[in-house]
């Protein structure tokens, strides 16, 4: 059975850090890339950061510079440095493995609320 645990989330004042953690099982860990999405109210899930299984990431444009995924392998776990936090960072965070579009997992979601 396919596990995906997503830890860190909160609430945080702008200008603050998070760090979110999504452990994995029940899969080849190091085979799948691996991804953060966030999904605010009212908007579409869309993707906030991806690490493919050698490492190489890509980020939303909205998030560069400030947000960081890293993996790793030995603790099958994925994380998310969040810096410099701003409110429409607010948002229900869920990690997501792909190895293949018919092998692909979610997490349940953690909440990241930036407010003062």
């Known amino acids: 059975q396919v596990q995906l645990v997503e830890s860190g989330g909160g609430l945080v004042q702008p200008g603050g850090s998070l760090r979110l953690s999504c452990a994995a099982s029940?899969?080849?860990?190091?085979?799948?890339?691996m991804g953060w999405y966030r999904q605010a109210p009212g908007k579409q899930r869309e993707l906030v950061a991806a690490?493919?299984?050698?490492?190489?990431?890509n980020y939303a444009e909205s998030v560069k510079g400030r947000f960081t995924i890293s993996r790793d392998n030995a603790m099958n776990t994925v994380y998310l440095q969040m810096n410099s936090l701003k409110p429409e960072d607010t948002a229900v965070y869920y990690c997501?493995?792909?190895?293949?579009?018919?092998?692909?997992?979610w997490g349940q979601g953690t909440q990241v609320t930036i407010s003062s």
């Open positions: 690490i493919t299984s050698g490492g190489t990431t």
């Open positions: 997501h493995a792909k190895l293949s579009p018919v092998n692909r997992y």
């Open positions: 029940g899969i080849i860990f190091s085979l799948y890339g």
